[in-house]
């Protein structure tokens, strides 16, 4: 069933559940107050009938011919029946009424009164004590006006409510239209959206709404699918062409290795290279499940020394950037010791600050590759800045995705995961990396992390 007919069938269901209650509390409220009303009339009908028959021995010919004048049209003797202590009626031609009982009488004596409905009659009796005796009055009246009245009531009622409802539901039928029309848009938008254009947002509407909240959450949610059909389709350009070379290199060396016998030293020289291919390979792959699990990472960090982690990192590079003709420099600005104690991850900031000292040195040549840890306004800060060849402008704000790698990185050999694996861990421990660089004068990265309590 679609939102619209919901709509509809339940605000139909609604309407007519509360219409259904409100007529039956106002149909049996008006039966009730009607029938009331036709009681009293006959009270008073049975209490001037008392008057007009008993007491004509007591008043005046003239006052008593005047009472008969004026209620005439009420007292009917063929609706009266006027019974005495014996029980027999003495007045009124009302004789032999089934429906008046023994009982009746015998309740109107004990309780002063009665009233009761029957055979489509209504009969009312009161007790009347006379100089004459003690006497019952009984009148009826014809209750075909009022059924009437109750079923044009009923009639009434019962077409208002089917009018009702079916106002009701065309009145939701439009509205439904009106309502979900911005909701028909959306589905309508999001079926035009193909496989290779999936990252075209949807427009937004600006009615700050609970439409505008799911165009705002579908287009999230479709950028991160963007990003990982995206990260998909770089992953399988990568292993087509970065797994390949490695590959073909080891493959090909054995291949010409089988040709003919070899001596002991070109044994050694292509295990050597092929080993070198495999640690590359083996290197990558470590890095891409390391991303793939980035986000499922707990945050059971500890307390650590961010100084003492640079020098690890330096211990290891230093003899990799003597064979680059470079060295590292560490320069420590910071007065304030608990500065350098930060709650992370140990191993994963080790790789991501390794991964850009490692870059620099790549770039670097024969140039030094400075690391500065500096404090300011209570952050602290570390810079890493080499005076390579640099970045181009264009590749800048593409150059942290996943397999990117610059247009001028000419054979210098790499994955493109590294900066952006970096990035995935700073970003992971509120760490802040901006880059910035100049084409054959070198590149600073500057590394802000997070503020002490």
Do not use: C
Not at 242 to 255: D, H, V
Not at 357 to 364: D, F, L, P, R, T
Request: aromatic share 10%; hydrophobic share 40%; charged share 20%.
């Amino acid at each position: 069933m679609t939102l619209r007919n919901r709509f509809t069938l339940i605000s139909s269901l609604s309407f007519g559940i509360v219409s259904i209650i409100t007529s039956a509390v106002i149909f049996f409220a008006y039966y009730d107050s009607t029938k009331i009303f036709y009681f009293e009339k006959l009270r008073n009908t049975a209490l001037i009938s008392a008057i007009y028959y008993l007491e004509k021995d007591e008043l005046p010919k003239d006052r008593h011919a005047q009472i008969k004048k004026e209620y005439n049209h009420l007292i009917q003797n063929n609706r009266v029946a006027v019974y005495n202590q014996n029980n027999e009626v003495t007045f009124g031609h009302n004789l032999n009424d089934k429906n008046i009982k023994l009982s009746h009488l015998q309740s109107v004596r004990a309780n002063k009164g009665i009233q009761f409905m029957s055979d489509n009659q209504f009969y009312y009796g009161i007790f009347y004590p006379d100089n004459q005796g003690d006497f019952v009055v009984f009148v009826k009246s014809s209750n075909d006006s009022f059924q009437s009245q109750i079923l044009r009531l009923a009639i009434i009622m019962l077409s208002v409510l089917l009018i009702g409802l079916l106002a009701i539901y065309f009145l939701s039928r439009y509205l439904s239209k009106v309502v979900y029309k911005p909701i028909s848009n959306v589905v309508e938008l999001i079926n035009k959206v193909e496989y290779n254009n999936i990252s075209t947002a949807i427009t937004s509407t600006n009615t700050n709404d609970e439409i505008e909240d799911l165009i705002k959450s579908y287009n999230k949610l479709l950028g991160r699918i963007s990003e990982n059909v995206l990260l998909q389709q770089n992953f399988i350009n990568y292993v087509s062409h970065e797994f390949k070379t490695p590959l073909a290199a080891i493959s090909g060396n054995l291949e010409v290795f089988a040709q003919r016998d070899r001596t002991p030293e070109e044994y050694r020289e292509v295990a050597k290279e092929s080993l070198e291919n495999v640690y590359e390979i083996e290197n990558i792959l470590n890095n891409l499940l390391l991303m793939s699990g980035m986000t499922k990472l707990e945050s059971s960090h500890k307390q650590m020394r961010v100084d003492e982690l640079i020098w690890k990192i330096y211990e290891k590079l230093e003899p990799k950037a003597k064979e680059n003709n470079s060295s590292i420099k560490i320069q420590l600005w910071v007065t304030k010791p608990a500065l350098l104690e930060f709650p992370g991850n140990e191993t994963l900031l080790y790789l991501a600050i390794y991964n850009i000292v490692e870059n620099a040195i790549k770039y670097s040549y024969d140039k030094p590759v400075v690391l500065t840890l500096s404090e300011k306004e209570n952050h602290l800060y570390i810079e890493i800045r080499d005076e390579g060849r640099g970045i181009p402008t264009e590749d800048l704000a593409k150059i942290s995705e996943t397999f990117y790698r610059g247009k001028n990185v000419d054979t210098v050999k790499g994955s493109g995961i590294g900066l952006s694996l970096s990035k995935s861990i700073f970003d992971h421990h509120h760490i802040v990396m901006k880059i910035d660089s100049v084409v054959n004068t070198g590149t600073t990265v500057l590394l802000k992390f997070s503020a002490h309590s």
